[in-house]
Antibody, heavy 120, light 108 residues
Framework: QVQESGPGLVKPSETLSLTCSVA??????????WAWIRQSPGKGMEWIGS??????FFNPSLKSRVAISLDVSQNRVSLKLTSVTAAETGVYYC???????????????WGQGTTVTVSS | SFEVTQSAAVSVSPGQTATITCSGN??????VSWYKQKSGQSPMLLIY???KRPSGIPERFSGSNSENTATLTISGTQAMDEAEYFC???????????FGGGTNLTVL
């Protein structure tokens, strides 16, 4: 199970901070990556970035403003997105995915999503 | 990020076959996953690795990927299949994740 949480309202130019709490799996293992994805009416589904204990990779268009970290002791995944604009209003999801030498296995576990509004 | 274009809307009658496509240059060389999302819910994985179904996904959902087009086929479409469907592309060279714009499936 995956559960996102965080402020529902963020002011323009400020930093969006969200947390993904994970149950039934350990975020510290090498088995899976943990991703943040957002969905908005204007831009559809957009991948933000993914992380594992040994590696992270990000959407090139967001890379300069994104940080994703793991808290193994709390079994959580955190997202920070700086300098947000109103266009980044939407539903933010945390999801689990896996790839290895033999292929990519899709995002098989998703949280319910948390709605973030960027407005003054 | 990899550019992928998805058919905007598809309508079918109950019992018919629904075909949803995603296209992109060289898409057949990448892995495609498909997701179903009902209104107000989170996406659900239907197909991974182009044509593999996770456990619990009915056999009437199938996928293929060749050259520049990936296809999700729903055989014997049911009213419960009415939803938004997304393709997702995995580019292992970067690595990178891209989503299609979504296809709204209506079962008339």
């Amino acid at each position: 199970q995956v559960q996102e949480s965080g402020p529902g309202l963020v002011k323009p130019s400020e930093t969006l901070s969200l947390t993904c709490s994970v149950a039934g799996d350990s975020v510290g293992t090498m088995n899976h990556y943990w991703a943040w994805i957002r969905q908005s009416p204007g831009k559809g589904m957009e991948w933000i970035g993914s992380t594992r204990s040994d590696k992270s990779f990000f959407n090139p268009s967001l890379k300069s403003r994104v940080a994703i970290s793991l808290d193994v002791s709390q079994n959580r995944v955190s997202l920070k997105l700086t300098s947000v604009t109103a266009a980044e209003t939407g539903v933010y999801y945390c999801a689990r995915h896996r790839y290895d030498f033999w292929g990519y296995y899709g995002m098989d576990v998703w949280g319910q999503g948390t709605t973030v509004t960027v407005s003054s | 990020s990899f550019e992928v274009t998805q058919s905007a809307a598809v309508s079918v009658s109950p019992g018919q076959t629904a075909t949803i496509t995603c296209s992109g240059n060289g898409l057949g060389l990448k892995y495609v996953s498909w997701y179903k999302q009902k209104s107000g819910q989170s996406p659900m994985l239907l197909i991974y690795k182009d044509d593999k179904r996770p456990s619990g996904i009915p056999e009437r959902f199938s996928g293929s990927n060749s050259e520049n087009t990936a296809t999700l086929t729903i055989s014997g479409t049911q009213a419960m299949d009415e939803a938004e469907y997304f393709c997702q592309v995995w580019d292992s060279t970067v690595p990178d994740v891209s989503f299609g714009g979504g296809t709204n499936l209506t079962v008339l």
